[in-house]
């Protein structure tokens, strides 16, 4: 505790523990010596907590939950504490005030905001809820609808719509410290009852079950076997029908249900992974950094689906974007679409399209003279995936760019020291292969080649932070990290049909588990005809396939023509209609099993001497994650990423894995590295033709080791790459 002034009556108390005021066990009880410091205190005659260097708190400290003596200290008595105080409390809120730090300004009796403060309830993005009793406080302050939707998404709003809400008293532009001096000094002897939200009813809605009824059942579709929307929603509705103090005995319960979660472990664990791959790679960075990321100017070539969400991204990041296409013809498709986004995009900012200021040349021009790459510091080549051609867009970039320019391919898979073999400067040529939409998904895998230096790895990682995504920094090989585990899980999702299966159980077992869109969806999605035009440069199908190779084997391993057969029928999916699914239209959306896929699969197997058989939910599972693992696996051992954390965080923002189960790898070492082990053993001797279920060498290692916690892993290796 301290004073505002000298003589101020204004006792002061700050969160103090870099970076973001985390509330750990020696904060919390500073906080509570701090209350009762000041209550005991006559001179003293109001309290005002605020948090140190511009920011209020972040809430709980999340590595607290892991470890041994958390039970010994709650925030929910001090809280409590807080409300109850004779002397008027007002909370100060600069920056974030999130989880448990909203919650101590709950108890405060006033709340004061920074315009620029941003504030939330996040807990249920780390499998929790909140648990110092947010969900009671704060219907009661904002009504069951608003705190509903804040708790159960664990959005962050800001102070404006905070204000809006009801959720501050007032917003400052100036200096909030000071502003929230002036309020505790005029609130000194006023009626403090009428501010203790524990007090308060909840504000009560026309027909309060049927909302609940309704809210519940959005809950439980978004949340697709994730627990913690639902028992963050079984907490507000407690508030809807019980006492405080009962409501808050029904939050501790569902709290300690959440907490000892395995579903929470795994976000907690991808909460950290995603900030520990970022940091890595940044630390490569020399200092200062080359070029200012955003003041100079950046291009890309080629504004199909990939460019357009490329430039996009780059506009709302308000990097300066030169879009270039081959002729005049794509550039005015490309432009269209990119403009269609972008006012979409500033729709759904404040400020509208002023703020992305896009129709300002000097931040996106659109051209197809390559001349006017002379003096860009960056390239992101999205170009059609064709070795060829990439060589000699790559063999005229490194003749065009300035000396320092930095070459990036979007390439999903080629080999990055090829593309780069094209140009006089491979130390600059390194991979940055976005996903698909470019501007929604927040992966950016990084892709180094045998020359690219650490400056070039630095400034992608920089180009990411930048883009707001998460960065991933892997090795060069066929598909890198993300496509290479996804090989095998799509070969054997497609082998699962040969054998007796439909797209729509293979695809229904993999959404249960949590995917947002299964396999064949997927595919569907992006368009088969995109694997076929692969496989037919890879010499596995068309017109370069040997005359008498076996229809259904390729260099003595198992091979399905499935996903070619409906290509050569002109099914490529939703742009067709017709996919693995039948869609209403060309370009339709909604999925329906298709009776002629069915027939046709019935015909393949019998012309194959292939016996249909039932499959069941786990062997579907168990065949397309742990063959997907197993590569992973293989994938460390390589050398070609540095930890398990960055194949999850590849795998959880970029593929759709779900979050709740922390990630491929994460997920192995719950269910346990010997059951893995055991499974694939299994499923690879009742297919020894297929060699991506042949358990790595790298798994066996480890279950011979123990099964050694995830933390471990990398120490059973070796070999690292010097770049990772
Ligand atoms: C309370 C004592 C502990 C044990 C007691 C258990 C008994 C039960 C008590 C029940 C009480 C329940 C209280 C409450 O309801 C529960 C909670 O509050 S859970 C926490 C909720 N808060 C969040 O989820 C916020 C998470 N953080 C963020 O969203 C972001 O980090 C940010 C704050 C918006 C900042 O973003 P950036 O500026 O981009 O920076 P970084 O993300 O890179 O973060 C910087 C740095 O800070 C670390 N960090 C951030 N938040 C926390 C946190 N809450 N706890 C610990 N550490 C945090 C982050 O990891 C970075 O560090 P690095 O990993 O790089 O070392
Ligand atoms: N589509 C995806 O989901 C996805 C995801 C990740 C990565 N990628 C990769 O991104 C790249 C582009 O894929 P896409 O799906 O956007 O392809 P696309 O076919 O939609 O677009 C390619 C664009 O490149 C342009 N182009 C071709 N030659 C050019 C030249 N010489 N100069 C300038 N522009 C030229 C074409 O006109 C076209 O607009 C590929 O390497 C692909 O593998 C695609």
Known sequence: MERYARSSAVAV??????????????????????????????????????GENGKFSAGADIRGFSTPKRHRVALGPIVSLIESSEKPVVAAIEGIALG???????????????????????????????????????????????????????????????????????????????????????????????????????????????????????????????????????????????????????????????????????????????????????????????????????????????????????????????????????????????????????????GGAQTLDFHNPARLQFTVDFDLLSDVDLVIEAVFEDMALKKEIFHKLSKICKPGALLCT?????????????????????????????????????????HTSPTAIATAMQLAKALKKVGVVVGNCFGFVGNRMMFPYVEQAVFLLEEGSRPEAVDQALEDFGFKIGPFRMSDLAGLDVGWRSRKGQGLTGPSLPAGTAARQRHGQRYSPLPDLLCERGRFGQKTGKGWYQYEKAGGRTAVPDPWLHSFLSQYRDSHGIKTRYIDQEEILER?????INEGFAILAEGIASAPEHLDVIYINGYGWPKHRGGPMFYASTVGLPHVLAKLQKYSEAHPDVPKLRPSAFLKKLVAAGNPPLKEWMSYLSRQSPKL
């Open 410 to 450: 979007n390439t999903s898979a080629l080999n990055i020291d090829e593309i780069a073999s094209a140009t006089s400067r491979p130390q600059q040529v390194i991979g940055t292969h976005f996903f698909s939409p470019a501007h929604v998904m927040r992966l950016l895998e990084i892709i180094y080649g045998r």
């Open 100 to 350: 448990g730090g909203l919650e101590v300004a709950l108890g405060c009796h006033y709340r004061l905001a920074h315009v620029k403060a941003q504030m939330g309830l996040p807990e249920v993005t780390i499998g929790l809820l909140p648990g110092a009793e947010g969900t009671q406080r704060l219907p009661r302050l904002i009504g069951v609808p608003a705190a509903l939707d804040m708790i159960t998404t664990g959005k962050h709003i800001p102070a404006t719509e905070a204000l809006k809400l009801g959720l501050v008293d007032e917003i400052v532009e100036e200096n909030t410290i000071e502003a929230a001096i002036r309020l505790a000094n005029k609130v000194i002897g006023q009626p403090l009852g009428p501010r203790r939200l524990s007090l308060k009813p909840v504000p009560k809605l026309p027909n309060t079950d049927a909302f609940l009824r309704e809210a519940l059942a959005k809950v439980k579709k978004q949340a697709r076997g994730f627990l913690a929307p639902e028992l963050c929603f079984q907490a507000v509705k407690a508030a809807t029908e019980r006492p405080f103090a009962e409501g808050v005995r029904r939050e501790r319960e569902l709290f300690q249900r959440l907490l000892s979660s395995e579903q929470a472990r795994a976000l907690q664990y991808a909460f950290f992974a995603e900030r520990a791959v970022s940091r890595d790679h940044l630390s490569l960075a020399p200092s200062p950094l080359p070029g200012t990321l955003l003041s100079d100017v950046y291009i890309y070539t080629g504004l199909g689906t990939m460019g357009q969400g490329i430039a996009t991204s780059l506009v709302k990041a308000k990097i300066p974007v030169v879009a270039l296409e081959q002729d005049l013809e794509y550039l005015n498709k490309g432009r269209k679409a990119v403009m269609g986004l972008l006012e979409r995009e500033a729709m759904k900012m404040e």
């Open 13 to 50: 108390i700050r969160l103090r523990n870099p970076p973001v005021n985390a509330l750990s066990v020696e904060v919390l009880q500073a906080l509570e010596d701090g209350l009762k410091k000041a209550e005991a205190d006559p001179s003293v005659k109001a309290i005002m907590i605020c």
């Open 624 to 628: 397309c994650l742990f063959s997907l």
